[in-house]
């Protein structure tokens, strides 16, 4: 069994216990698991195939995991990036993994966007 199984298994056995505890937010075995499928099926749909990679640059939140789980259920490769490196440093990540998605939290957009030496993200989907 793949984590994507494991979670699944897990809303079956258990949907309404605690899956995350995230500030204030309580996100259930059963939430996180519809959430997941949703954004699996999302994933796939932009034309994305097993081993691809996505990418996911985001302080931490609840959808991390969410995606993290939604590339274990599609057989995509997640790429967690480091929000903190300098911009020369993440657009070495981004390139050198091969990303096709990134993932990108609103509020470092800007940050990203406006260090981005040589349009790095907008070759990424």
């Given at each position: 069994?793949?984590?994507?199984?494991?979670?699944?298994?897990?809303?079956?056995?258990?949907?309404?216990?605690?899956?995350?505890?995230?500030?204030?937010?309580?996100?259930?075995?059963?939430?996180?698991?519809?959430?997941?499928?949703?954004?699996?099926?999302?994933?796939?749909?932009?034309?994305?195939?097993n081993g691809?990679?996505?990418?996911?640059?985001?302080?931490?939140?609840?959808?991390?995991?969410?995606?993290?789980?939604?590339?274990?259920?599609?057989g995509i490769?997640?790429?967690?990036?480091?929000?903190?490196?300098?911009?020369?440093?993440?657009?070495?990540?981004?390139?050198?993994?091969?990303?096709?998605?990134?993932?990108?939290?609103?509020?470092?957009?800007?940050?990203?966007?406006?260090?981005?030496?040589?349009?790095?993200?907008?070759?990424?989907?």
């Open positions: 069994m793949n984590v994507g199984g494991w979670l699944n298994k897990r809303s079956l056995v258990s949907p309404d216990q605690p899956a995350i505890f995230f500030d204030e937010q309580v996100v259930t075995y059963g939430r996180m698991n519809k959430r997941v499928n949703r954004l699996s099926h999302a994933m796939l749909k932009t034309g994305l195939a691809d990679r996505v990418g996911v640059l985001s302080r931490n939140c609840p959808e991390i995991l969410e995606i993290y789980f939604a590339c274990a259920k599609t490769i997640f790429v967690p990036l480091n929000f903190p490196l300098t911009p020369p440093e993440l657009a070495h990540q981004v390139t050198d993994s091969g990303l096709s998605l990134l993932f990108l939290n609103l509020e470092l957009e800007h940050q990203a966007r406006k260090n981005d030496p040589g349009d790095v993200l907008e070759r990424v989907r």
